[in-house]
């Protein structure tokens, strides 16, 4: 059984490092798995979650809380400039 998944999908830890909300994949890792993320209004603890374009991810970290729509999943952690190309800010 292989465990890698859909080129039009990403694991959630990795794309949230990719756009630079946790410096590190294990911090982003360990933020999911406390409870801290929620995957399109659902309570999501799996790192490995898959993300899609269009999803909605809520992230409560560094004393805020963010909703963010995945525009993109991106390649890398680029720099900054290239991280806010892959979502789109929905905040109320």
Known sequence: MS?????DSLRLDRWLHHVRLFRTRTIAAEAIAGGGV?????PCRKPA??????DTVTVSAHGRVR????LALGERR???TEAATLYEDVNP
């Not at 929620?38 to 659902?42: D, I, K």
């Not at 979650?49 to 269009?54: E, K, T």
């Open 49 to 54: 979650q898959a993300v899609r374009p269009g």
């Open 3 to 7: 465990t890698a998944q859909p080129a």
């Open 78 to 80: 680029g720099p900054a």
């Open 67 to 70: 909703v963010l729509r995945v």
């Open 38 to 42: 929620r995957l399109n209004g659902q």
